[in-house]
């Protein structure tokens, strides 16, 4: 029994440590998306969408990056869809890179 116990507790310890790693991974995506320095962003909201996002096809599974309100024009609230591997699947609104890159223009 107590062999069952120290395998759970192992197998727990080691889907933190990959879920952690995601979401740094995803994280970083969403700071090289936004640039160096991100403009101002607002509240943060992070949630990794396990039924996957029915708003994108094929409904990945993918960590949600929300913020709001922002200081980007034409965007007052952004979301950011990465997969766990820390590719950025998509961005509400859809031209966010674009937005960001009038912002810092250098």
């Known amino acids: 029994m107590a062999r069952l116990f120290w395998l759970t507790v192992m197998a727990a310890f080691v889907a933190a440590l990959l879920a952690g790693a995601s979401w740094a991974v ?3 995506a969403v700071g090289t998306l936004l640039g160096s320095p991100p403009p101002e962003m607002g509240n943060q909201s ?3 969408l396990w039924q ?3 708003q994108l096809p094929g409904h990945p599974r993918v960590w949600r990056y929300a913020f709001g309100p922002t200081v980007i024009p034409g965007a007052p609230t952004v979301r950011i869809y990465v997969t766990p591997l820390g ?3 998509a961005t509400e ?8 890159k009038a912002l810092h223009p250098y």
Do not use: H, K
């Open 46 to 48: 992070t949630t990794f």
């Open 93 to 100: 609104p859809a031209d966010l890179a674009e937005r960001v």
């Open 52 to 54: 996957g996002a029915p």
């Open 87 to 89: 590719q950025v699947v």
């Open 26 to 28: 995803a994280l970083s």
